[in-house]
């Protein structure tokens, strides 16, 4: 059988360019489409709303400020444990003499000495009984103390008479022993008190 050439060329070309066309479809199909714009809302490019966002940004805030004030509270505590110590240390002889004087109840009678020149300036509803020396009463004001032994008010400036129960419903009131005395004064007392060197 005879063939035309012409038609034999255009069969070949016609099946060559066939192939050819399957074959650059078929790469594009499996290549990955880096180009292709992304949608709003996919996948690829999620919407969010201002309440997340809001939401978000109140936590991270809030977990910030919970580290800073745990490390405020760390550094007070520091500083408070650092003050302690140290007010001890400044006043440990004042600390012991109260421990002491807790060890000593209110009801119990203690014996004094009161040197010449010197007071003995009681706390209100202290008791005072002289026992020996000279002592006159001391006030601040016109006021003076209850002798509970006569039943009399004593004034300011008044001997105390020896032996006799004194009771200062004030406090800051007291005995002095004068700076010209020639002996001490030996005081029974009950209640809190404090020695004080008298003032011109």
């Known amino acids: ?14 099946t060559i360019g066939s192939v050819a066309f399957a074959v650059v479809s078929s ?26 966002v809001d939401e978000q940004v ?8 919970q580290k800073l004030q745990a490390t405020f509270d760390k550094k007070m ?11 001890k240390a400044a006043n440990a002889a004042e600390i012991n003499k109260l421990r002491q004087s807790l060890k000593n109840p209110s009801a119990e009678l203690l014996t ?4 010449p020149g010197h007071m003995l300036i009681a706390n209100a509803g202290s008791e005072f009984i002289v026992r020996s020396g ?3 009463l001391f006030s601040p004001d016109s006021n003076g103390a209850s002798n509970l032994t006569i039943g009399r008010d004593v004034a300011p400036g008044t001997i105390v008479p020896n032996n006799q129960l004194i009771v200062f419903p ?4 007291g005995l002095s022993n004068s700076a010209t ?6 005081v029974l007392t009950r209640g809190g008190h404090q020695l004080k060197k008298q003032t011109k």
Do not use: C, W
Request: charged share 20%.
């Open 58 to 65: 109140a936590a991270l805030v809030n977990a910030e400020l």
């Open 170 to 173: 004030k406090e800051g009131r």
């Open 112 to 115: 004094v000495t009161v040197k």
């Open 134 to 136: 000279r002592a006159s």
């Open 181 to 186: 005395a020639k002996m001490d004064l030996i």
């Open 1 to 14: 059988m005879y063939i035309n050439k012409k038609l034999l060329v255009f069969l070949l070309l016609l």
């Open 27 to 52: 790469a594009q199909n499996n290549a990955p489409n880096h180009a292709a714009p992304t949608v709003p809302g996919s996948a690829d490019d999620p919407l969010i709303t201002k309440s997340y």
């Open 77 to 87: 505590n520091d500083q408070l444990l650092k003050m302690e110590t140290q007010f």
